[in-house]
């Protein structure tokens, strides 16, 4: 476990990002785009997911990047937490890390004669978890309240975690000795999950070039503050979503609690999560205000990891990302597009 702090002020007693200054959409529209293009100097030809990384960012979420070993999942979220001036700490998960490693633990000063509680590495803005389902099903637990209330409670006093607070964590899907698969009630707290994928021909050339005498990411310096990530969540608080589009949403998470293939559809905190990524995808691209296709784009990354099959469906080879891209190809096929209004 290694924490690593930057120079930037950890923001423990900062005030919330509602209580920021807004930018203007152009503003922050420019911003985002500074730090992708910072992050895409040491990750080559993953610009979709670079972009919903940072949506998740925006939209104080958490990001799970689940892929096979060697394609970048912890360079990308080393890239992301560099490219923003805050605290950040990583976490490697292993057999023997302990909950106390993670959240802190009160511990007893002669002196004073007192219990003093000590942070764990939690205590960041941004927390690197490196292959989060290799620790014990009790340590991962610990990140339960953390990572939905952004609070920690040890020895029952409640202490409250930076803002904005982001967990990326990393997994890998395919080794499954020494490792726990993580509970469907620490699946649904992440916001969204990624696979890198591998690169293209061309890329992977670039990254021989790029990487033959350092790594780009010992380089990489900050492109944004705290304080202008904080303004920058602040204007994806007022996006504008019409009604409409929120009963888009609405329906399709619905659709995947009703499908006879699935056993466990989405929850509605996934509704939450997949109105609020809109909003943030919505700024990427340059918009004060949700569009259907925002919701389309991140049905997958934000229900793929929460819906379960059915046994039966499994035994067909019919896996929960497919399901997912059935039921949003049903509804777009069937359902009048609804038009933004104000």
Do not use: W
Not at 46 to 57: D, G, H, M
Not at 222 to 247: C, D, F, M, N, W
Not at 257 to 280: C, N, W
């Amino acid at each position: 476990m290694t924490a690593y702090p930057t120079s930037a002020p950890t923001d423990g007693q900062a005030s919330s990002a509602t209580s920021d200054i807004a930018m203007t959409i152009e503003e922050a529209t420019e911003v985002v785009a500074r730090v992708q293009a910072n992050v895409e100097h040491v990750i080559d030809g993953k610009s979709a997911e670079i972009r919903t990384a940072l949506v998740v960012l925006l939209a104080e979420g958490h990001l799970l990047i689940e892929d096979v070993p060697g394609v970048g999942k912890t360079m990308l979220a080393k890239a992301l937490a560099k490219s923003v001036h805050s605290t950040v700490s990583r976490i490697q998960f292993t057999p023997d890390l302990l909950p106390s490693d993670v959240t802190g633990i009160s511990v007893y000063n002669q002196v004073d004669g007192r219990f003093e509680f000590k942070p764990g590495a939690v205590f960041a803005n941004i927390v690197i978890g490196d292959e989060i389902n290799r620790a014990s099903p009790k340590t991962q637990s610990a990140l339960l309240e953390c990572m939905e209330e952004r609070q920690v409670t040890v020895d029952g006093s409640t202490y409250p975690l930076p803002t904005p607070f982001t967990v990326v964590a990393t997994q890998n899907p395919i080794e499954m000795e020494g490792t726990y698969a993580l509970p469907e009630a620490q699946r649904d707290r992440f916001m969204a999950r990624i696979s890198m994928g591998y690169p293209d021909e061309t890329a992977e050339l670039r990254m021989l070039s790029s990487r033959n005498e350092a790594n780009p990411l010992q380089a990489l310096e900050p492109v944004l503050s705290t304080a202008g990530l904080r303004r920058v969540i602040a204007t994806v608080h007022h996006v504008y979503v019409a009604e409409a589009v929120k009963q888009y949403a609405v329906h399709i998470v619905r659709a995947t609690r009703e499908h006879p293939d699935i056993r466990l559809g989405g929850s509605p905190r996934s509704t939450l999560q997949l109105v609020r990524a809109a909003k943030a995808l919505a700024l990427v691209s340059g918009r004060d205000f949700v569009l259907p296709d925002d919701i389309d784009a991140l049905v997958l990354p934000v229900l793929g990891h929460r819906v379960v099959p059915t046994g039966r469906a499994l035994g067909q080879h019919q896996y929960a990302d497919q399901l997912v891209a059935g039921i949003l190809a049903g509804i777009v096929e069937n359902t009048p597009v609804p038009v933004p209004g104000r």
